[in-house]
């Protein structure tokens, strides 16, 4: 995991030779770093980002001169990660759910993202991820263009026991979601989470669709699904849907396949917006909560 971008670190970390840290010596290093972040996927406007937070914190830290810079930079080069990756927006999913519960109203959560990055499968393990935690879930099959989007929630609602309110091919997405969260007051579930058709950037009528959808139901929780592997793909996609719907969160799959990491990077950055949790496999318990230090500790290498 991050395999490329941590080796890369690690390269220009060993090629520190500096005795003094002053501004000329310091713009030398974050122009390779620059460079090393760009190639492995992360946003320009984060990579630029990232060295303009690492200049700063390196021309204010006292450094005695003549000792080893390399400690130094590891340090603030860690902590600049770690901020970047902490956005000021937290979204604690479980605390969501109590407070929804203290005002005897569903917590309704909208996933969307383009096609093929484990959209449903993620709506299933969150699910299964909610049940453990003793509270009631319902699907909305709000996917009404794929052919087979249905039958493949329903297939993860029969598994999990969870209910799933569905139409037919082709009818109203939002009309879809509206029912899942009537039903859900109706039977005081905890949780609805409702799945929509997988986007692309030039599909405009489906846009206007997930638009509609957070108009109908103004769901809680506008939560972004991508694909770690997709790179700068996914800056795009990021870019696209916090434009189009915001984005309160997001969820990455792939991650532990991912050797460049620019994405899980970039994302939090671009959206101003929390991961929340990573998706590692297809199984319902392959989900886990995203930490900060999780991913920093893959990029920077061991003193």
Known sequence: MFDQLRKNVSKLIKKITITDVSPKSVAKITKEL??????NEVAVVTADAICENLTSILLKTEHARFSNPKPLVLSSLREVLLDILSPKKKVDLLEKVEESKKKNTPLTIAFFGVNGVGKTLSIAKLGKMLQDKGYSCVFAAGDTFRA?????????GEKLGIRVIAQTYGSDAAAVAFDAVNH???????????DTAGRIETSSNLMAE??????VVEPDLRIFVGDALTGNALVSQVTLFNEKIGI???????????????ASVSVTHIS?????????????????????????????PAK
């Open 34 to 39: 620059n460079d090393i972040l760009i190639k």
């Open 148 to 156: 087979g989007s249905i039958q493949q929630l329903q297939k993860h």
């Open 184 to 194: 859900a007051i109706s039977k005081n579930i905890d949780v609805v989470l409702i």
């Open 210 to 215: 997930l638009q509609k959808i957070c108009k």
């Open 248 to 262: 309160d969160a997001s969820i990455l799959n792939k991650i532990d396949a991912d050797v460049k990491g620019g």
């Open 272 to 300: 101003n917006s929390p991961i929340i949790f990573l998706g590692k496999g297809q199984e319902y318990k392959d989900i886990e909560p995203f930490s900060p230090e999780f991913i920093v500790n893959n990029i920077i």
